[in-house]
């Protein structure tokens, strides 16, 4: 029998039978070290959270999960049996965490750290209350970190308006499989989605459309920081992206003059690509440009932005060059890094450490490789999102009414999780690569449901190629830990697939 802790009033037998069916609960994505001890800590209505000082945030969060979860009063005081810690020594990026019969302790260099640590904690604590007032965690050692420093979802508004609500609701999904980049695709052809001052057409008209001819919408920049500060308040960066010179015809649609030919093209609703452009050589759109990049980046206090630069099939080359080669003099003037898609390799000059985000397959097809290697020789890293296993908009199956198909699809939960990113461009290793990403394209669903259907489970696979080692990776014990986390899926209401080749309980 396992053993319960010994709190007075304990029953040690009624703790026995409601620990032992109780086995040591799995995590994703899997941690780097963890031992099993013996016995188990037991949540109840003595157990208090401390959390002091720098930890203190992280302790709220916490209780503020667990307390709805477990009916339990979990007080934060100064002592208590779950010590939250900030604290130098631990695994960079990551933190340590112990659970033994008398208490469960997490630390970590700094808040960040030790919120990861207590998403660990939310996975090896019962997906929710039983009705039970007790909570039994089996006692382990756990000291983890991740592969990469940037482990980001991608969430495209554009083609189809999400209001604010549903994208917190995404930052908490991906929080808990210790994502910590939330990109934002904020314009493109389809809709134009976050306020610019000055330009007030941008959203009154541009922001008026989406895919299928719904009504779209847009953030206030007030709205904006909303999210950005929701993002932070679970460790999570915001990436804004305006897609350009390509991608921009709900721009033009709002103003004639941001158009070659002066003449503004109707509001788009299909979902085709490449067949929009800025105008390079008009200084109009250099000032539209610096508001836009400069109001954004005042917005935005994480060190990127995102412009794109993907697709831009109806920019002439020599345009595009001396286009991206100006966008980046402005973005680095604003004080931020450069990321684009990994297309704009292809631009002469550079700010130097632009980050190229790679989306062609995991075997490159001619160009790609060359374009994201031309990124590397000039100092910058790469994002890794290769469209045929870490695009969550491909179809589960053919016969499946939403996704679409172009990187093909049909995209397993066994091909989103069997890659490695650091073998997939030649030349591109584990140095060069900041991380990875899963983007999410809207052309094809419109509600909550449908979001998390198709990101979930393959944003769990890819949440673990991010973090795991490879060498501790292997689709069968993946596939086991993720039939369990979808008890916690359940328990959140979150939507997902229950696709083939997992054991589904
Ligand atoms: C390609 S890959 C796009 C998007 C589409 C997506 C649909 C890339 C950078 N751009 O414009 O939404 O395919 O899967």
């Known amino acids: ?44 209505k003595s157990t208090a959270v401390d959390a002091r ?6 302790g709220e969060y916490l209780v503020n999960l667990l307390r709805p979860a477990t009916g339990l009063p979990l ?12 604290e130098p ?18 630390a970590a260099d700094d808040a960040a750290g030790l919120f990861l640590g207590v998403q660990t904690l939310r996975q090896l604590l019962p997906p929710a209350s039983t009705g039970t007032t007790r909570f039994g965690v089996a006692s382990t050692t756990i000291s983890d970190q991740p592969r990469f420093s940037y482990r980001g979802a991608m969430l495209d508004v554009a083609r189809h308006f999400f209001p604010v609500s549903v994208v917190k609701r995404y930052i908490d999904d991906i929080a808990l499989l210790k ?10 052809d389809q809709g134009w989605r976050i306020a610019i001052d000055g330009w007030p057409r941008l959203t009154s008209i541009g922001g008026s459309s989406e895919v299928g001819g719904g009504t779209g919408g847009f953030y206030t920049q007030a709205q904006y920081r909303d999210i950005v500060a929701y993002a932070a308040s679970r460790y999570i960066t915001i990436v804004p992206e305006i897609d350009m010179p390509g991608h921009t015809n709900a721009a033009l649609a ?21 067949f929009s452009s800025l105008c390079v050589d008009k200084s109009i759109t250099w000032t539209f440009l610096t508001d836009v990049l400069t109001q954004l980046a005042a917005l935005t206090p994480g060190p990127w932005l995102h412009v794109g630069g993907d697709e831009s099939a109806a920019t002439p080359l020599n345009d595009y060059y001396r286009f991206v080669a100006r966008v980046g003099t402005i973005v680095a003037g604003t004080g931020k890094t450069m990321i684009g898609w990994h297309d704009i390799g292809r631009s002469l000059s550079l700010p130097k450490g632009t980050i190229g985000e790679y989306w062609d397959f995991t075997t490159p097809r001619p160009g790609s490789g060359a374009l994201s290697r ?38 397993t939960i066994q091909e989103s999780y069997g890659w490695d990113p650091a073998t997939v461009v030649s030349g591109v290793g584990e ?10 394209w809207s052309e094809t669903f419109s509600t909550l449901s449908q979001l998390e259907y198709l990101a979930f489970p393959r944003i769990v696979a890819i949440a673990e190629v991010g973090w795991t080692p490879q060498k501790d990776r292997h689709f069968k014990d993946f596939a086991s830990r993720l039939a369990s986390f979808a008890n916690y899926l359940q328990a959140l209401g979150i939507n997902y697939k229950r696709t083939p080749g997992v054991p589904w309980h």
């Open 179 to 188: 994502l910590n980049v939330l990109h934002l695709h904020l314009a493109d």
């Open 431 to 440: 140095e060069q690569i900041l991380g990875v990403e899963a983007p999410l």
């Open 89 to 106: 020594g631990h695994p960079p990026g990551g933190y340590d965490l112990r659970v033994s019969p008398s208490g469960i302790w997490i």
């Open 254 to 274: 709002s103003y004639p003059a941001l158009n070659c030919s002066g003449v503004a093209p109707p509001l788009y609703h299909g979902t085709s690509v490449g």
């Open 53 to 58: 000082d720098e930890a203190a945030p992280v």
């Open 374 to 411: 031309s990124l590397v020789k000039r100092g910058g890293k790469l994002i890794m999102a290769p469209a045929n296993v870490a695009y969550l908009d491909q179809k589960y199956a053919l016969g499946e009414n939403i996704g679409t198909q172009w990187a093909q699809a049909p995209l």
């Open 1 to 44: 029998p396992v053993a319960g802790a010994t709190i007075s009033g304990f029953d040690e037998n009624v703790a026995a039978q409601a620990l032992a069916p109780m086995a040591a609960r799995t995590v994703v994505p899997a941690p780097v070290f963890r031992v099993q001890g013996t016995g188990s800590f037991t949540l109840d």
């Open 75 to 86: 007080p934060m005081s100064g002592v208590g049996d779950i010590e939250l810690v900030v």
